[in-house]
């Protein structure tokens, strides 16, 4: 289903990838925690390893679009990982979690922005509309990517993995930001990257993919008949459709 002229009174963001820069980000903590992890806790073969890294969406140090790592969720990644060892999938997990967050306050410079996020916000919010981020990042790294760029404060609503609500494409936090804000969920637009993103879109009033994420326009396409090639482009979008 399109996006038609409706009423829009939340927009609903993803992080990674719509928000910052996907490869940027996450291929080196990634690569640099699970080979420090296989190393230490597993007997993985060359082989083994090549497949695992097929599994959760790494080839030739680059992330696969709609894989494990690009649009899943460390708690995905890390029971991929548990398969291999005897740690439980939740100490995995909770180690992952703790070396993002780590990473993130280290290399701060690695959240590159896709445009003036604060700009952007501080425009979107004057039009009147209430913001949100549903991601599928974990909320500790998360919260810390939030604050490292200044903008944590422009969300009435964030929920991510590891909070209450179900995973994407699963409706709930759609849902829950919608009544957050006194709006129907048709009232909810949500600006995403992934295929699981223009999924979730179509619970409320439509989704809009970007192309500053890792997936082809083409692929966006067939879930979504609006694609934009980054969220700067989101004011005149917008103003087009109310």
Known sequence: M???????????FDKDGTLIRLDDLWVEPTLQFMEMFIAKHTAMTADEKEQFYHMIGIENQQLVANG????????????????YCTVPVDQVEA????????????HPEKLIPVTDLTALFIQLKAKGYDLGLVTADSHQPTMVALELLGIV??????AAADDKYALKPHPEALHAFAQSIGAKATEV??????????QFGQHGYGAIGVLSGNTAKETLLAHT??????????PLLLDSLD
Do not use: P, W
């Open 153 to 158: 404060d422009y969300f009435s609503f964030i």
């Open 2 to 12: 399109g996006l038609t002229r409706n009423i829009i009174k939340g927009i609903l």
């Open 189 to 198: 637009v949500y600006v995403g990257d992934s295929i699981k993103d223009m």
């Open 68 to 83: 494990m790592v690009a649009a899943g969720t460390i708690r995905e990644q890390a029971t991929a990982l548990a398969r």
């Open 95 to 106: 180690a992952m979690t703790q070396y993002f967050t780590d990473y993130l306050h280290m």
């Open 225 to 234: 008949d609006c694609v934009i090639d980054s969220i700067e482009q989101l």
